[in-house]
């Protein structure tokens, strides 16, 4: 349950379900989520059905009223994250329910590390409310009643939410507030970004030992359930060391932004007549080492960029009688970057307009073609790219 800055990335995609929207903020659900309360709706059914006597339809009905409850309960910790975030003029572009809990997705990062801190640590505060909450209402109903037992686990389990959550590991919200105070102290997010990152495999790691010690000891409920639950106990710690090392990642990329200069990225633009064979145009194009290959008109007014993808599709024993115009796209179909943007927002513009290959603009001139592999190789200069 972490929020989470802008659409990361290689980060998390999962396809989720529109469910509605809670004080503006559009809620999804993901298919892990949906599994997992079916998990829950079986096996905390049985576990009361066999405890108070019920028939397996009413077990199943209790199970499905506690997973309506722990939905409710995940919901609001993420409502905290989000009216902590607006409430710091962070935009809040949605709230996604998954296996792991949630995650808030925020348009950009916080401003400084006391808001970093106080967003992170708002979710696991709501949780921790709504478990002295349901305390209070535990204590107040006769004792083996079926509301009694309600309130006692979403007790239990709002408490474990927002101690687990507190962990100093991300992508937890603890792993945030880390981040947030080793950025206070050493005045740099990325290494308060790589530091959480690693603390966060470690807490993968621990929580791993932690559910084959459960298997080991027979501390899982519903004996018959066990493999699978198992399988869904273990998909935490996986997801915790895959969220740990995209913010390794990303801590790591973000560190090279400042080596990002458009005039220097730009390949020169190598440019044929309209009409010239495509054979032709990528023979002569080959003699300029890399340059984009562009298209002009009768005028000599660059028109259009070949897409070297549509190109090389193209048989080649085809290509002397295939115009270069059929596989070039006009400069209106393609983004375009002004040659002034630098660093993080040469970035947001990427992600904000996702392509292969931009114009380079300064005015109404093209300086050249940036390449999206170009981008990511100055990035990831370690990282094999793929073809």
Known sequence: MEEQPRPRPAGRTHRALTVGRVLGVPVRLTASMLLLAVVVTVTYG????????LSQLAGYLVGLGFVALLLGSVLLHELGHALAARRYGIGVRGITLELLGGYTEMDRDAPSPRVDLVVSLAGPAVSLAVGVAAVAVALALPDGTLANRFAVQLAASNVLVAFFNALPGLPLDGGRALRAAVWALARDPHLGTEVAGWSGRVVAVATAALVVALVWTGGLPTPGLAPLLLVLLLLVPLTLWQGAGQAIRAARISRRFPLIDLARL????????????????????A???????????????????????AAEAVPVERRPWVAVDTVARGLAAVPSLSVGLAGEQVVRAVQTHPGAQYLVTSGEDVV???HLADLAQLLEPDRKMTP
Do not use: I, K, N
Not at 293 to 307: F, M
């Open 266 to 285: 730009a390949r020169p633009v190598f440019r044929v007549p309209t009409g010239t064979p495509l054979a032709e145009a990528q023979r002569r194009g």
């Open 287 to 309: 003699a300029a080492h890399g340059a984009a290959l562009g298209v002009t008109d009768s005028t000599g007014r660059l028109v259009a960029l070949v897409d070297g993808a």
């Open 46 to 53: 049985e576990l009361v059905r066999r405890q108070l006597e």
């Open 368 to 370: 050249g073609v940036l």
